[in-house]
């Protein structure tokens, strides 16, 4: 089993910037993509960025400019640099984690973290 655990979230104002981090614990052999998806109430869950194990990034439209991906793999940790917050970015925000449980399979499963909440309001 892998389990991710997010921190980072809470309350800012308009402009403000917050920092999110993911670290996945537990047994696998590699992971592979690792990124940030976000949930408003009434929305459905969307991409914010993704980060591979080589480094490509892939980020959202509404993100770009504003939001940086990067990850330690070897901490098994990615992070998420919001600046310029705006109310719209008012989410919970999910970490995922693509996992290869082992060398011998190219098998690959998705794991999620419980969700952060960022609001941003003044």
């Known amino acids: 089993q892998v389990q991710l655990v997010e921190s980072g979230g809470g309350l800012v104002q308009p402009g403000g910037s917050l920092r999110l981090s993911c670290t996945a614990s537990?047994?696998?052999?590699?992971?592979?993509?690792m990124g940030w998806y976000r949930q408003a109430p009434g929305k459905q869950r969307e991409l914010v960025a993704s980060i591979t194990s080589e480094g490509y990034i892939n980020i959202a439209a509404f993100g770009k400019g504003r939001f940086t991906i990067s990850r330690e793999n070897t901490k098994n940790t990615v992070y998420l640099q919001m600046s310029s917050l705006k109310p719209e970015d008012t989410a919970v925000y999910y970490c995922?984690?693509?996992?290869?449980?082992?060398?011998?399979?190219?098998?690959?499963?998705?794991?999620w973290g419980q969700g952060t909440q960022v609001t941003v309001s003044s």
């Open positions: 995922k984690a693509v996992v290869r449980h082992s060398g011998y399979s190219y098998t690959f499963e998705d794991y």
């Open positions: 537990g047994t696998f052999f590699r992971i592979s993509t």
